[in-house]
């Protein structure tokens, strides 16, 4: 979702753009439509909470009528504008049928912060992922690793979210482009068995 110059929803983009998203959603079959604030720095934080909570209205209202949801992810980068759990709980709060999704590395990068102001209650889905030891802040999604091969707290993260009564579904995102170049299945197949390890699965034989 993006902001005009004047840090206000940009509506003749949303406009444009959540049509042709919400009908690849009705072809696949897809549950949720994935919602992201942008990347603006030295947008107002207010200003950009009221844009988001109006765009996810928007989409909320329009994704009913095909059997869509809407889950809105905060982004922890450093020039996004909503980059807390808190300040994700904050945008949904007021948008009622909207739901959330937390990613690990989001999370990592926005200092690893207790959950106590996010409402898990309203999660649709939580991404795996591991980081670099590198300044949290200045992580980016090609940085990402697959669990237990960074140094993320993931499995302070599961104990957390299951202790809210969190029971899944979890997934995992290969944005690393190292990733790219090796054989899908090995990587899908590895990712699985470590996911499965940090949530205390049996082993696959």
């Known amino acids: 979702m993006r902001l005009r110059g004047d840090g206000e929803l940009d509506r003749a983009r949303l406009d444009g753009e959540l049509p ?26 207010a200003r950009a909470i009221r844009a988001m909570r109006e765009g996810l209205a928007i989409a909320r209202d329009r994704a009913t009528g095909i059997g869509v949801g809407i889950a ?22 007021d948008v009622p049928g909207v739901e959330l999704v937390l990613d690990s590395c989001h999370w990592h990068a926005s200092g690893s912060g207790a959950l106590d102001a996010f409402p898990v209650e309203r999660l649709a889905m939580v991404h795996l992922n591991d980081a670099p030891a590198k300044p949290p802040r200045q992580i980016e999604d ?7 091969r960074g ?6 993260l599961v104990t957390a979210l299951r202790g809210r009564g969190y029971a ?11 990733y ?19 949530l205390g699965l049996p082993a696959r034989s």
Do not use: H, K, M, Q
């Not at 090609?142 to 669990?147: G, V």
């Open 151 to 156: 140094v993320i707290r993931l499995a302070a």
């Open 142 to 148: 090609a940085d990402r690793l697959l669990p237990t």
């Open 20 to 45: 042709p998203r919400l009908e690849i959603c009705r072809a696949l079959g897809a549950v949720y439509l994935l919602v992201v604030p942008p990347r603006a720095a030295g947008a107002d934080r």
């Open 168 to 178: 899944g579904p979890w997934s995992l995102e290969t944005f690393n482009p190292a």
């Open 72 to 93: 809105f992810e905060f982004l922890g980068f450093d020039d996004c504008p909503i980059d807390t759990p808190a300040l994700a709980g904050e945008v949904v709060g």
């Open 180 to 198: 790219w170049v090796l054989d899908p299945l090995e990587v899908a197949t590895e990712g699985r068995e470590l996911v499965g390890r940090i």
